[in-house]
């Protein structure tokens, strides 16, 4: 169980962070111990390993949302709804790695890559050892969706406050896998289609990582109407700014920084707002070295350094920016209409800044 | 919505799984209609199919126990707690069959292979065939999840009963999950251990079959802890039984009846009960056939016959048989036991019989 942490004041970053960590290491011990056999160490050791590395994003904009809506005192539900945030992005993350076959996730192996891995260094024949990793993934990532749901359960021990905040946990889920979906039928299909791009991002990102997170701190706190629409209307901006800048990280990003390639997106054949505006306005001599060169599997630096040559040279990268520049500046106006609290319009225009910055 | 179905006595087997099947329907309907674009129908369109072809097993214990706990009059509420279910369900069917790599389920393609198929019958390139199956099964499988959730959040509408129902469900999907888990870690391993397959059996089917959707059903009802000790007291030994039988059937069954090869338990080595008398009892030429044999993704119907032949002159077939015998009469002693009424008393007497008798 995690414990109680009253405040007088709102709770800085790094002690979120630490108490949505403690929530989450409490909440697996618990798990362990009640297992019915050893065996499940196998796949909560996995998760764990997943679970340090986050930077709590979600977490933070679920206290965030909270406060927003007027919560003060005791921290607990917040921090507990916050962390079961956290092993709902790992369940996403992890499904998310199976279906773009990715090996990498946070500077570390994939977790279907880990599993293969500790298959064969615990004996298991190499033969088996790929279809082993997939089938270990997509059950961590399974028994991090329903943890998550416990987690949450957990955290909201008013019934009535809980019917309030079950219906947007599961708009966020649906939400999420639509956007997912869109993802899927897209990859791998270079296309002109900025509507298309804008519209994945709104569901996979600026939905499920800013605007729901918010609404559901605010439904813990009791939240009504006005303080979630105000959510949307600050989340909705900053969450596609944020997407934003991570497409233009993924491409021209510094690895050391990011903790991810900056070849896969490009690997993979990604649909983003940047790509569809490159192909868009591409000359056909440009579009032919894109068609033949997004997607590739063993697309190289050279190779990358030819299609950032084009996202340059169409002033994709440049509109992207402004793009970016926009939707923060409505997030930020956002705030001002906002009925929430002082301190709370301070720590989310400060998060609004920080998600949204430039880094290279 | 589900229409409400005022009842006197005890609905029968046909009216449930009609009013089951009618719930679900209507919540599919509703969920099209609001989707945010027509895509989501290609994910939905292959979860209908799924849902026509099951056997309602669970939903039947679900109502069982809701009537086992007392329940009478206003069905719709066990009814869409048995409805979210065969959601969950199918969320089980899809993952495994993606865990397994299995072609076939309920006589029809595997999810991610008809999904391969939709792919490339849409226009998109064969080479991404299998990866893009694969990932939308996957995306499948989470939908049929979150929105088996959503469905039972629906049923129960008072908050404090909500509150009762939510861990008996959780407790079901980590069990399942538990379950799943072993059978990956033992799959493709022949060994003579019975206290293992014992164990899965109780994990993946017992419980998550039997115990679990009686439960649920009856916490919809209110039930105290007699009614749930009874129910676990009965569905425990049925559902083992009810493993068995299916077990036997995977090996001996006839596939006209059954809808399911009676070499893919064979080719994939699982690890059943029936294998592990088996093996514990071979003489060591007819271990070296097993080994030989089990597992081989090429077996044929003559190959099945040698390994068949030694599930018969192990007497391993023969044990299982008796097993089934004894755990069902167990399942009738707890029902002699059982403080449920009469009429409920007799209809999952019924269930056991016709779960657990011979149809080869």
Redesign the interface.
């Known amino acids: 169980m995690a414990k109680t942490c009253p405040t007088t004041s709102l709770p800085d970053l790094p002690s979120v962070r630490h108490e949505v960590s403690t929530a989450l290491t409490g909440f697996l011990d618990a ?1 362990d111990q009640a ?3 050893t ?2 160490l ?2 909560t050791t996995t998760l764990r390993a997943f679970l340090t590395s986050g930077k709590r994003l979600r977490s933070v904009l679920c206290v965030y949302g909270w406060q927003a809506a007027g919560g003060d005192g005791e921290l607990t539900a917040a921090i507990r709804a916050a962390a079961s945030l956290e092993l709902f992005q790992v ?1 996403a993350l992890v ?1 998310d790695d ?4 990715s090996d990498v996730r946070r500077g570390q192996p994939s977790a279907h890559r880990a599993l293969a891995t500790a298959y064969t260094d615990s004996g298991g ?1 190499q033969g ?1 050892a790929e ?2 990793g ?3 993934a ?2 961590l ?3 991090a ?3 998550s ?2 987690l949450l ?1 957990s955290a909201v021990l008013d ?2 406050r ?2 309030d905040v ?2 947007l946990v ?1 708009e966020m ?2 939400e999420l ?2 956007g ?3 993802d ?2 897209t990859t ?1 299909r270079l296309t002109g289609d900025v509507e298309t791009a804008l ?1 994945i991002i709104r ?1 996979k990102t600026a939905k499920y990582t800013v605007e729901r997170p918010l609404h559901i701190g605010a439904a813990v706190a009791g939240a009504g109407a006005p303080v979630l629409d105000a959510c949307t209307a600050f989340g909705i901006p900053l969450g596609e700014a944020f997407q934003l800048r991570d497409d233009l990280l993924g491409v021209f990003g510094d690895p050391a920084e990011t903790g991810k390639s900056i070849l896969d997106d490009l690997r993979e054949g990604k649909g983003t707002v940047l790509m569809a505006l490159a192909v868009q306005r591409a000359s056909s001599a440009e579009r032919k070295t894109l068609r033949a060169l997004v997607g590739r599997s063993d697309l190289d630096e050279d190779l990358a350094a030819e299609v950032r040559a084009i996202l340059e040279s169409t002033d994709a990268r440049r509109t992207v920016e402004e793009m970016i520049t926009e939707r923060r500046d409505a997030a930020f106006a956002a705030l001002d209409d906002a009925p929430f609290p002082a301190a709370a319009v301070a720590q989310l225009r400060q998060i609004a800044l920080v998600a949204t910055e430039r880094q290279t």
């Open positions: 798990k297992a019915p056999g065996e499940l196998y796949l369940f499904h199976v279906m773009d076959d024949p088996r279809a082993h997939l089938g270990a997509v059950l990532g399974d028994l969706l329903v943890w749901d416990e359960h019934p009535g809980l019917a079950l219906p599961a889920r649906s896998m639509y997912q979906l869109l899927l039928q791998g519209h569901y």
